[in-house]
């Protein structure tokens, strides 16, 4: 192979290297993307039943928390303050949601 041809598979290997690289950064994004949008649907969804749901109580967000740091020991974000939090987030953001709803259709489907 002359000194030409192999200068040229080098650029288009650095080339294609590239390519590869920045289709991973991409995908990379678009997952991360997507997994913050679902984690935002299940926190909303999650305020909703408890906000729903208030007729067990308050102690209803603790014993949601213990039970869902029990069957789920790995996953971070299920304490009873951010339980709380979730179902202030439904309560201020399904107001939204209906206003949304009267001009543009659903904004978060639950």
């Known amino acids: ?35 913050n949008r679902e984690l935002v649907l299940l926190y909303f969804r999650i305020g909703k039943v408890i906000s729903e749901d208030q007729k067990y109580g308050n102690n209803f967000i603790n014993t949601l928390s213990a039970s869902l740091k029990a069957d789920f020991p790995d996953a971070k974000g299920f304490s009873p303050r951010n339980l709380a939090r979730m179902r202030k987030f439904y309560e201020t953001y399904q107001i939204c949601q209906r206003h949304w709803q009267n001009y543009h259709g659903p904004l978060i489907a639950c």
Request: glycine share 2%; hydrophobic share 40%.
């Open 1 to 35: 192979m002359d000194k030409k041809a192999t200068i040229d598979s080098e650029q288009d290997a650095i080339r294609l290297i590239g390519e590869i690289k920045r289709d991973i950064v991409s995908t990379q994004r678009k997952v991360f993307a997507d997994a």
